[in-house]
């Protein structure tokens, strides 16, 4: 077996304390700096080179040497002395310069480490993005639009596609440009201009997204939900399992009416949606785009205009859908007046009446059944969705307000529904049907991507 020599066990212990960090450094530092300073007394004491031979003499000699980093003229003793005290000052430069050096590096790294956001976040009730991407910014834009109406809310985004730093500048530098061209418009159409900064605060933090550690660093215990925003499916649903392991564990946990977050994820290929919906259980609310996208194409390419629609409706400018609890709305003891002059009770009304009396918005659905999404003595259960019952338009004609616990509600912004006794003049021109006769059209489709296929199957049907 092979001997180490005493050079590779020093180099060895050497690196085991360079790895330990700045403090291990400067205490190696300093033992061999101590230790030469030692051995370089040692000889001015052993070879009488000072005129003042005694230990402690030439021990403070080597030490003030090395640490002025003097050279000693002719004058100073011996020519013994002149070397020995000139090794111990060339000593002391290399010191001086290795302990500034180790020092500079250790300050840059905890500076890098601040710079990459490692405080936990201390926020409650906000949402979480998993995953870095140009959809984020999309992402943001919508939130940030949702949130002029309400206090400060946060957005906690996490990835390690790039530095925290590097995501905060990119954050502000969007946050910028989409307020300057709101101002615009505001200007353009005389509307009072509120910055998004004054509503909302994205907050950039640098991790590994599958990690459980990170993410409890983004405090996903206590947000309201979490957005899944990565571009491969298996990614996706390592992290729908990460985040479903934490909320399984909140749910477990005990703690009674403890509102859990829920996980909102996108998948890219169908075959991968049963895993997902596996992965995430009951806390997961999944998108698969091709289908949807496939849907919204073959669709807006029938009906010119449709497109507009979609998009009126799902983003926040203007007129939102919210879900709104019934308890949210006064309804409870109140009585309207019907158009024929008679009294009823506001339950007794189907949906599609309840509309005649709302000032500031418009129900086009409703649901019976409670949502699940609350801790239950421990419970795991596999559907948050179980026992619920939904209806939309034109099927609220026989569904009573008071067979519904829930309201789908197009609303310019989420205020409190107003609701009036007396039925409001709506004045809208009659709708004349068509017949048409069935007909073959032909399409034209452009290109080839992945939703080739279901694009075709759409318009089969």
């Known amino acids: 077996m092979k001997k180490n020599n005493l050079f590779q066990r020093f180099r060895y212990w050497l690196d085991k304390r360079m790895a330990k960090g700045t403090g291990s450094m400067i205490r190696a530092l300093l033992f061999v700096t101590i230790f030469m300073?030692?051995?370089?007394?040692?000889i001015l004491i052993l070879f009488g080179a000072s005129d003042e031979c005694s230990p402690l003499h030439a021990l403070w000699d080597s030490f003030a040497t090395a640490i002025n980093a003097e050279i000693p003229s002719s004058g100073d003793g011996s020519l013994l002395f002149i070397i020995i005290n000139g090794i111990a000052a060339i000593i002391g430069l290399f010191f001086t310069s290795i302990l500034i050096g180790i020092i500079t590096t250790g300050i840059e790294t905890k500076l890098q480490r601040l710079r990459n956001g490692n405080a936990d976040v201390l926020e409650n009730n906000h949402t979480v993005i998993l995953g870095w991407n140009d959809i984020t910014f999309a992402i943001l834009a919508e939130i940030m639009e949702s949130n002029l109406n309400r206090e400060m809310q946060t957005v906690v985004v996490l990835d390690n596609a790039c530095e925290k730093a590097e995501m905060d500048d990119q954050v502000r530098k969007f946050i910028a440009e989409k307020d300057k061209e709101r101002e615009r418009t505001?200007?353009?159409?005389?509307?009072?201009?509120?910055?998004y900064a004054k509503h909302t605060q994205v907050l950039c933090r640098y991790g590994t997204t599958v990690h459980s550690s990170n993410l409890e660093n983004c405090n996903i215990q206590n947000c309201k939900s979490i957005i899944v925003n990565e571009d491969d499916d298996d990614e996706t649903i390592k992290v729908i399992l990460a985040c479903s392991g934490i909320i399984n564990e909140l749910r477990m946990s005990g703690i009674k009416?403890?509102?859990?977050?829920?996980?909102?994820?996108?998948?890219?290929d169908k075959k991968n949606m049963n895993t997902a919906r596996l992965?995430?259980?009951?806390?997961?609310?999944?998108?698969?785009?091709?289908?949807?996208?496939?849907?919204?194409?073959?669709?807006?390419?029938?009906?010119?205009?449709?497109?507009?629609?979609?998009t009126t409706l799902f983003n926040y400018e203007g007129s939102d859908i919210y879900y709104v609890d019934k308890s949210e709305i006064k309804l409870s003891g109140k009585r309207v007046i019907a158009s024929d002059g008679s009294k009823k009770h506001i339950n007794d009304l189907t949906l599609y009446e309840l509309n005649q009396y709302l000032t500031n918005a418009t129900i086009i659905g409703g649901s019976h059944g409670k949502i699940n999404n609350k801790v239950e003595q421990g419970r795991l259960n596999d559907n948050r969705w179980e026992g619920m019952e939904s209806c939309l338009l034109p099927t609220m004609k026989s569904k009573l307000?008071?067979?519904?616990?829930?309201?789908?509600v197009l609303q310019m912004d989420d205020n409190p529904i107003e609701v009036t006794k007396n039925t409001c003049t709506v004045s809208c021109k009659e709708v004349k049907e068509k017949n048409f006769s069935p007909h073959t059209r032909p399409d034209a489709i452009i290109g080839v991507s992945t939703l080739l296929i279901q694009v075709l199957k759409e318009l089969e049907t």
């Open 37 to 42: 300073i030692l051995f370089l007394a040692s």
């Open 257 to 268: 009416g403890k509102k859990l977050p829920y996980i909102t994820a996108v998948i890219h």
């Open 186 to 195: 505001a200007k353009k159409n005389h509307e009072v201009f509120i910055p």
């Open 279 to 310: 992965a995430g259980g009951k806390d997961l609310e999944v998108i698969c785009y091709p289908e949807l996208m496939s849907r919204i194409m073959a669709n807006s390419s029938r009906a010119a205009g449709l497109s507009h629609v979609f």
């Open 401 to 408: 307000v008071k067979d519904v616990d829930h309201f789908y």
